[in-house]
């Protein structure tokens, strides 16, 4: 006796809709494999950087057109994991730089709303997300990128190569990290 | 810091800071990491701190864990919204490229093996992107009439390489070949090849005028029966042919080709001119070569550098010749089952190039399916039918037979039980031929498995079928169900009490119910079977086949004859007396007919028994059902 699914291709035919435009093995199909592969580590680097999950998402898909363009335009990347790491980093640095001139404004425009007496459920939003990165944020920046980078496996030569110093600076920075860090405890 | 100062403890100084976790990390170099780890060993203050870096390590990693994301998070990739976003990115893109960049941006991404990086990071989660190197040739000398051989060769390779076989298609070129004395320009006639070149695997065909086809894979194959046989009708002389033999030379209008006529001329000389729209390629052989050749030309399209005119050019007592191939591009063919047989077929030489794709630099093209009026049906699909009917999956499910384009099978649908899949999975190994079997179960699709549309085009719609199972128990023992009246009225004659009635009033209408869309399931298996070997595709079947797929159907048949004969029995009972007895009408010749009529029966059926709001006329109803059932009973 046959169950009721059978009879319903319905789900089928919208399955076989979105899988019309997939063409397995092409450029597109390896890069969403990839992206499934990396979005665990890159995600979780990124969100330290841009701090809310939804940007951190965007940065990372981002990160992947251009990982798109870069082999569609046929230029050779030649160290994935360095690579969508620098990418990621840069296009968040370039994101915190524009939300940086946006919260000035946003700033301004809470300020405002605290003198109305309005301020409340903004405020505690954004407390909210501080708090989350308490800690980590008694390092700088350059300390808590190596440091993140360096908890993610990645070599100092590849570290380097992301944010954008010397493998020596590396060093520097990690004991330096570390050693703020562990001072806080 | 230097390290060969005497101090402290070790008689070094100690290690600083940046050293200490370069050391932890495995980043120090060799001899330094030697000199550190022998410090470390001796003295107590620095294992102290490097215990302390342990610690903070640790701590760090706990507070950078507890602000990572949610595991649900991570355990959800937004796939489908990063695919949709990807491929409309990708479409954007695509569409503002040049033409040409395009074409070969592709191929040589499929082209080009992807090794660096992946060799460089063993994780495997990362193996899977490809390398691409494009040599982007610029066209600004396109216009100048002196050009580099070496550019000219170049450059019609990746025209070539850019122009492979499309994907489930065959290239055919006729290649005429010619002797002309270059004395007087009196041409003969040699011959025509045809060249067939594969677009899944590396190899291609040459066929000398109809004889037996040959596959040859590039310089592995033996290809010297094929020139012989033109050789054996019109001369060319000995020595020539054995330099073309010991060159594993094919006789074909390529730059492999050309590349492999050039392998030992002796000489450095090549020139290239443009002459009109074609630019002609001449390399020289050393004088006095002991094949006679002189010099072998390739002649390519200026515009696109698609090769065109391969010639030798040779000397000897008895004069001097021009043996001139000339390529004619004919329209690229299907490839059907009978050319992938060809192309893969054991026993050929060159059957193995699967296996070594190397010598032209073919990539492997994708494979597809075809649809069932590209192929001729094989015996081997007859076979897989017959399994499938033996697994009872050839009734209801969403199964479908794929042939592929490199010739094999594909049996790919869903289903929704698992032990059924079994079964089928076994009735299908026991077939004795290689089969690809992917059937999933529904919780797999989700999961993002590809699925095929049917090769026979769009699923057949089932409206009909679909609404025959929507009845529930609950339905049929209802009071508003139109037949309730005369069921009550046999049942409760034949029952001890109200509620043993109405039970058996439930059961009876579940019978007829699955009778009902058993007898449809069979027509509309019926129907798939007639779908997919229609007339066109069993032509050339085996008559074991055509017998095989008789005896499908017959059974098919016989099924929807016992399940109408069953149901019309259930049924006589409760016809209305005063009405004349329903006559059987024409019989169904075809399958779409006899699923028209159990479509009917199934909605008769469904009126019948269930809660409908416009409750028909129960005797009109059933008296039309027992005349669709009696057209069914044979």
């Known amino acids: 006796m046959h169950s009721e699914r059978a009879f319903h291709p319905a789900h089928l035919a919208e399955f076989t809709r979105a899988e019309r435009q997939r ?33 951190a998402e965007d940065l990372l898909q981002i990160t992947f057109l251009r990982l798109f363009d870069q082999l569609q335009k046929g230029e050779a990347v030649q160290e994935m994991r360095g690579w969508l790491y620098r990418v990621a980093h840069n296009l968040a640095m370039d994101h915190l730089r524009r939300q940086g001139r946006a919260e000035s404004a946003a700033s301004v425009w809470l300020e405002d709303r605290r003198r109305d007496g309005l301020a409340g459920s903004v405020e505690d939003e954004y407390s909210n997300q501080q708090q989350i990165n308490q800690v980590l944020n008694l390092l700088n920046p350059r300390e808590r990128h190596c440091l993140l980078l360096r908890a993610e496996g990645l070599s100092y030569r590849e570290i380097a190569g992301v944010v954008g110093i010397s493998e020596k600076s590396v060093s520097v920075y990690l004991s330096r990290g570390l050693k703020k860090f562990g001072n806080a405890e | 810091m230097k390290w060969n100062q005497p101090t402290g403890a070790g008689g070094f100084r100690h290690p600083d800071d940046e050293q200490l976790v370069s050391f932890f990390d495995g980043e120090l170099d060799p001899a330094m990491r030697v000199e550190v780890s022998a410090h470390v060993t001796s003295c107590w203050q620095c294992r102290a701190r490097l215990k302390e870096m342990e610690t903070k390590i640790q701590a760090f990693l706990e507070a950078r864990r507890k602000s990572l994301p949610s595991p649900e998070v991570l355990a959800e990739p937004p796939v489908e919204q990063f695919r949709e976003r990807l491929l409309r990115h990708s479409a954007e893109q695509r569409s503002q490229m040049p033409l040409l960049l395009r074409a070969w941006g592709s191929v040589r991404r499929a082209w080009q093996p992807s090794a660096t990086w992946i060799a460089q990071h063993q994780r495997p989660a990362l193996a899977v992107v490809v390398i691409v190197v494009v040599l982007v040739a610029t066209f600004t000398d396109l216009f100048n009439n002196t050009l580099a051989a070496e550019t000219v060769l170049l450059r019609a390779r990746d025209y070539e390489i850019a122009h492979q076989p499309r994907s489930g298609e065959v290239a055919i070129s006729a290649v005429h070949l010619e002797r002309i004395d270059r004395r007087t320009q009196a041409k003969s006639d040699l011959g025509t090849f045809e060249v067939a070149h594969d677009s899944a695997t590396a190899a291609f065909l040459l066929d000398a005028q109809g004889s037996m086809p040959q596959v040859v894979s590039g310089p592995q194959a033996e290809t010297r029966p094929a020139l012989l046989r033109l050789a054996a009708t019109q001369a060319i002389a000995a020595p020539v042919l054995e330099y073309l033999a010991e060159r594993r030379w094919t006789p074909e209008v390529s730059v492999p080709a050309f590349r492999r006529l050039l392998e030992s001329r002796g000489s450095e000389q090549s020139s290239a001119r443009r002459d009109g729209d074609s630019i002609e390629v001449r390399y020289e052989f050393s004088s006095g070569h002991r094949s006679t050749i002189t010099e072998a030309r390739l002649r390519v399209d200026a515009a696109g550098y698609a090769a065109r005119q391969l010639s030798i050019l040779t000397a000897d007592a008895a004069g001097q010749w021009e043996y001139r191939l000339t390529r004619q591009e004919q329209p690229p063919q299907l490839r059907t089952q009978q050319w992938a047989t060809l192309f893969a077929a054991p026993g050929l030489p060159g059957a193995r190039v699967h296996a070594s794709t190397s010598a032209l630099n073919l990539p492997p093209a994708r494979i597809t399916p075809l649809s069932y009026a590209q192929v001729p049906a094989s015996e081997r ?20 037979i794929f042939p592929m384009s490199d010739g094999s099978l594909l049996v790919q649908g869903l289903m929704d039980r698992r032990e059924q899949r079994d079964n089928t999975r076994r009735r299908l190994a026991a077939v004795g031929f290689p089969l690809s079997v992917e059937i999933y179960l529904p919780s797999e699709v989700k999961r993002g498995q590809r699925l095929y549309d049917s090769p026979d085009g769009p699923t057949i719609p089932l409206e009909a079928a679909t609404a025959t199972t929507v009845a529930t128990l609950a339905d049929f023992s209802s009071e508003q169900m139109p037949l309730h009246e005369k069921l009550t009225a046999y049942f409760s004659s034949r029952s001890t009490s109200e509620d043993d009635a109405s039970k058996k009033i439930a059961a009876f209408s579940n019978d007829v119910v699955s009778i009902s869309r058993q007898t449809l399931l069979h027509a509309w298996a019926l129907q798939r079977l007639d779908r997919a070997f229609n007339p066109t595709r069993v032509r050339s079947l085996p008559a074991a086949s055509l017998q095989e797929l008789e005896r499908l159907r017959a059974d098919h048949r016989r099924w929807i004859g016992i399940l109408s004969r069953q149901e019309a029995e259930l049924l006589a009972p409760f016809l209305d007396p005063a009405q004349p007895p329903p006559a059987a009408g024409p019989n169904p010749s075809d399958s779409a007919s006899l699923v028209r009529l159990a479509e009917q029966q199934g909605m008769l059926i469904r009126a019948l028994f269930t809660v409908s709001s416009a409750a028909p006329d129960a005797d009109a109803s059933l008296h039309r059902l027992m005349t669709t059932l009696r057209q069914m009973e044979r």
Do not use: K, N
């Not at chain 1, 580590?41 to 701090?51: E, F, I, P, T």
């Not at chain 2, 033996?390 to 199964?399: M, V």
């Open chain 2, 381 to 400: 699909e007859v076979a897989v039918a017959g399994a499938l009917h033996q697994a009872d999956a050839c009734l209801g499910e969403e199964i479908h």
């Open chain 1, 23 to 55: 063409v397995p093995g092409s450029l597109e199909e390896q890069l969403v494999e990839l992206y499934v592969q990396t979005r665990p580590a890159l995600l979780g680097y990124l969100r330290h950087l841009a701090g809310s999950t939804g940007e």
